[in-house]
């Protein structure tokens, strides 16, 4: 089992000690969306009114949230390689 914690960021006051391990785009109805790690978070950026999925490998849902306008989604995850989905678009990162 994964325990998985998951809070909101405002996108100026982002953790910038932290060294970004992945990044991804997805691009969804012409918003690019950037999903990244970063520390021990996945982070999801420009998805403001879209449900966020995080996912394992194997395919089970950790968790699900719907950020609102300039929040940034962060995921606090163990180590390890994730499915994000957006709507209805995917992407693979890795958390060191």
């Known amino acids: 089992m994964v325990e998985v914690t998951f809070g909101w960021a405002d996108a100026d006051n982002m ?3 932290d060294e970004v391990t992945g990044i991804a785009t997805i691009a969804d109805e012409g918003i690019n969306i950037k999903v990244y790690a970063q520390g021990n978070q996945i982070c999801v950026e420009g998805a403001a009114g879209k449900v966020v999925r995080v ?3 194997y395919g089970s849902l950790l968790k699900a ?3 609102s306008e300039n929040k940034v989604a ?3 995850v163990a180590a390890g390689t994730y499915v994000v989905q957006v709507g209805n678009k995917t992407a693979k990162i890795s958390v060191k």
Do not use: N, V
Request: charged share 25%; hydrophobic share 25%.
């Open 15 to 17: 953790y910038e000690e």
């Open 55 to 57: 996912y394992t490998l």
């Open 74 to 76: 962060k995921f606090s």
């Open 65 to 67: 949230a719907t950020p």
